[in-house]
């Protein structure tokens, strides 16, 4: 089982990333998969749910209206689109697969928004 981040990287105030998230060993439509983000000296905090039946979608307030998680069953990847980032998303993101008492990580990619 393995998660693959990628699509990080500088973006000055107000511009776009996005963020895959490639899953192996497993399909990302039977598992709940999420996106996480650190930042320096903070908690890690859940940014954005993609439930396995249904595909609800959530997201934590602070990013509401500016990021959008999906999931692509064919590729078996996870996006997240982030649009109008602020100097505050900066962090390191990392994506998370869950289902029942399972759990896995990916090893995190690095978004840095600054001008």
């Known amino acids: 089982v393995q998660l693959v981040e990628s699509g990080g990287g500088l973006v000055q105030p107000g511009g776009s990333l996005r963020l895959s998230c490639a899953a192996s060993?497993?399909?990302?439509?039977?598992?709940?998969m999420s996106w996480y983000r650190q930042a320096p000296g903070k908690e890690r905090e859940r940014v954005a749910i993609?439930?396995?039946?249904?595909?609800?979608?959530n997201y934590v307030d602070s990013v509401q209206g500016r990021f959008t998680i999906s999931r692509d069953n064919v590729q078996n990847t996870v996006y997240l689109q982030m649009n109008k980032l602020k100097p505050e998303d900066t962090a390191v993101y990392y994506c998370?697969?869950?289902?029942?008492?399972?759990?896995?990580w990916g090893q995190g990619t690095q978004v840095t928004v600054s001008s």
């Open positions: 998370k697969a869950t289902r029942l008492t399972y759990q896995y």
């Open positions: 060993g497993f399909t990302v439509s039977s598992y709940a």
């Open positions: 993609i439930t396995s039946a249904g595909g609800s979608t």
